[in-house]
């Protein structure tokens, strides 16, 4: 059996896993292939793929082209990226793997804090040598806005309160109950823009939610607002998103997710001083990595036993 890993940008699927435990052949991939050609080319002759998350796609037209692909692991407990139904046609299992909750939530607060503070600014002025050149936005006493209220949202919550902030949220099927239990005020979805200082995003990416912040939504927001996304990009528009801080309203954001990721060299928003970025981390983390790691080598060995688990199906 050969087994190929995928996007191991940190050169560290080896150490979390023990895929010697399998007796077959692992290759593991550092760098992302965007062009599909050269994704067929790479991944011919495997027999199983391990693809972290959504970062690599997969659709019938890919799968089709791997023969040789009998087994098609996803990292986390679904995946858009894969054309699931394609894949069964096919006779090519899909397995997922468990997940962690927490660390995006938590990556959600560095970047809050990090943009109200200007860390990134004052960090850097520091090493250049210099002093205090920013004063820093508060917490206490803010409305935080919440655009979905799952299992993310009601953690993000949990941290604004402690702060001393005014949770409110939204989403199609919120009732005033549940968001209650989580400390927060349902809203309409006009009051969740014009109102909350901080508006961060937790929400799955659907149909229903893509392109969901437009340029309507951010026009209704406060001019020193601050829209955090960890979620995934294409919820925001991107263009209008890149419009409106040009325009300084909102006048901040801290995004981890793209429309298209890695984010391109020369993208606009890598030049937006308002703009606050970082790689798509928000869940790369150890306790994340060893889950995900260690599922996988469970899925394949399920597989090799004949007896598959974690099976996805298609939507």
Known sequence: MRIAVLDDYQRVARDYAD????GAEVEFFTRHIADRDELVRDLSGFDVVVAMRERTAFPSAVLERLPELKLLVSTGRRN?????????RLGIVVSATGSVPYPTAEHTWALILSALRHIPTEVRAMREGGWQSTVGGDLHGRTLGLLGLGRLGSRVAAVGRAFG???????QNLTGEHAAEHGATAVSRREL???ADVLSIHL????????LVGEDEL???KQE???VNTSRGPIVDEQALVAALGHGRPGHAALDVYDREPLPADHPLRALPNALLTPHIGYVTEDVYRTFYRDAVADIAAYQEGAPIRSLTAE
């Open 225 to 227: 607002s601050l829209l």
């Open 204 to 211: 799955v990416l659907s149909d229903r939610t893509r392109g």
């Open 80 to 88: 858009p990226a894969i054309d699931v139904a394609a894949a069964r």
């Open 19 to 22: 895929w010697d435990s399998l």
């Open 219 to 221: 026009a209704t927001m």
């Open 193 to 195: 823009f014009t109102d």
């Open 165 to 171: 902030m005014h949770p409110i949220a939204w989403s």
